[in-house]
């Protein structure tokens, strides 16, 4: 029976809603913390990506989560996602999640609650029948705000069976269209997403009426497993995240479940929004952002998922590339024209290529920024890749809003020598000189950072990275920088390494200004649950 669902009308039997949870879940694992504008950036991303409801946040836990939910909320138009926030029980939430999506064309409020006994009694402290009624109260109250309400049983893998059937009945009579059972600690195995779903299917009264929901943690490996068995079972919105960011182990990856939902339609004929020729640059968008590179053997977006190398494998794929390839690279945004422009290409050319990249939105500012840095590029490597293009653009996109910049550096080093830096920062428009010896290279040009701009803060991660291979490649640097237990993570590119470290260094200082603006106290953010 086809549902009528508030945002997205009558839904066909087989049309799967792709909930998207990398700003909110994935945000949450420690160190991919983003500000608002690095939020800003990917939920253009993952609009272009096709996902149907982005969770853009979750609006009680700061300032900072509030701000970033109301500016996506007020940037996408009706033909845009659905913005959801996340919200627990309490009427503070609730009210604070619609004020962060009031604005938006299309909005969703989704509250949860713990099902399980062992949270129940731990956690929250109360019995199953106060549980019940705060399902009632939280859902109730969310729709006075919008009609399209989720309701998440958290723990409910965890759930007894017939207390998870009653939750989830008390829910639809309060008015939620979409439920969600989540499996938090990624505890189940398909077969349980199969017989839970089933169950809720044939018990609960009004299951048919509603959206039934899956949110899978990775903690044994089995998060996509576990979504394809929940479809199986019915289930018509999978909650998952680009690069299966999240807690610990992480949620189930995006880009995994679109192209298995892709590739196996003969096993599971349902069909999604999802481009999935963008995947690739919205998994390097947010990789960029938060530092955090996929592991290469990452299967759709690591760099080895379509490299073959040994000689049997490499013939084969020469000869016809179905005999060792599932699905096509192209397919999800793999280029193979890889070698694209030398210093005589114009600004016409860059612009064409950051189109075929799908960058067709970047302003002119940061257009003409990318494109004096791309020039700057073309004269010191021989070539330059796609993948040098994205990593230029991604850094300009970044530093869009600094307060901080490097105008300058220079640095003295060698053998038996004490290598010394000499920079110039600018600093809301002034300009700040620094100078400083140091260990070596990178230790004396964050020095002179410290120096031209003094700060107090702990540098607890300097990580590189290649672009590209060659001597000449471009460095990709991570900074991490701990100030009064915040964690940010700043990025630079350069085929210098000292400078792309400074602008590693500077990016993590600028999000730590703004970490500092925006962060009030937390209303029991410890207490955030996964
Ligand atoms: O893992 C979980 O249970 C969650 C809920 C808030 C949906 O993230
Ligand atoms: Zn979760």
Redesign the pocket.
Known sequence: MAIEHPSFGKLDDNRIIIFD?TL??GE?SPGFSMNIEEKLRMAEALAELGVDVMEAGFPIASVGDFDSVLSIAKHFSKDGPVVCG?ARTAPADILRAAKAVRPAARKRI?S?V?TSPLHMRVKLRLEPEEVLELVTSSVSLARQHTDDVEW?????TRTDPDFLCRCVEAAIKAGATTI?I????GYAVPEDMHRIFTMVRERVPGADRIVLST?N?NDLGLAVANTLAAIQAGVRQV?ATINGI??RAG?ASLEEVAMALRTRSDAIPVRNGVVSENILRTSKLLATITGFDVQPNKAIVGRNAFAHESGIHQDGVLKDASTYEIMTPESVGWTTNSLVLGKHSGRAAFRDKLKALGYGDVGDNQLNDAFRRFKDLADRKKVVYDEDVVALVDDEVVRGHDRVKLTALTVATGLNTKPMATLALEVDGDRRDGMATGDGAVDATFAAIRNAFPHEVALKLYAVQSVTGGTDAQARVTVRLEENGKLVDGQGADTDTIVASARAYVHALNKLLVKRERTAPAEQFAAR??
Do not use: Y
Not at 152 to 156: I, L, V
């Open positions: 949870t909110r879940d949450q996340l989704h949860f713990s998440s049983a958290e723990d409910g969600n989540p499996d938090t600690v949110h943690h909650e999240g807690e949620n649950s996964a």
